[in-house]
């Protein structure tokens, strides 16, 4: 009987034992995957950051792109106005050389008969 006890403790030690050593690779094993998630979680905040860094440029550029919309709408209308005026300064200009031009047919014809009177 004390023979089986002593084996029945040796048994037990080396099972406390294989225990011991299964919980400590368990512990090792969670640190490892608790490191591993920490270091996860910083990747994902970078990442967050990054994301919100650009959806922050995403927005200054629309607003950018709406500025620089409504000063192109501006120069258009202002390009607009300026070809119109154009347009009727060369008409008036037109009108002014048919003018000019029948002036001195007028001019050519006066001064012929002004000389000989």
Do not use: W, Y
């Not at 406390?16 to 995957?33: D, I, M, P, R, Y």
């Not at 950051?49 to 995403?58: F, G, N, P, T």
């Not at 009727?88 to 002004?114: F, V």
């Amino acid at each position: 009987l004390h023979q089986q006890a002593e084996q029945t403790c040796r048994q037990l030690v080396r099972t406390q034992e294989e225990h011991e050593h299964l919980l400590q690779a368990a512990v090792e094993q969670a640190e490892g995957l608790e490191h591993s998630l920490r270091s996860a979680e910083a990747v994902l905040a970078e990442r967050a950051a990054q994301l919100r860094d650009a959806q922050a440029q995403l927005s200054r550029n629309k607003l950018l792109i709406e500025d620089l919309r409504g000063e192109n709408r501006g120069f258009a209308m202002a390009l607009q106005a300026a070809e119109l005026k154009q347009k009727t300064m060369e008409e008036k200009n037109q009108l002014l050389e048919e003018q000019a031009s029948a002036l001195k047919q007028l001019i050519g014809k006066i001064t012929p008969a002004s000389l000989s009177g």
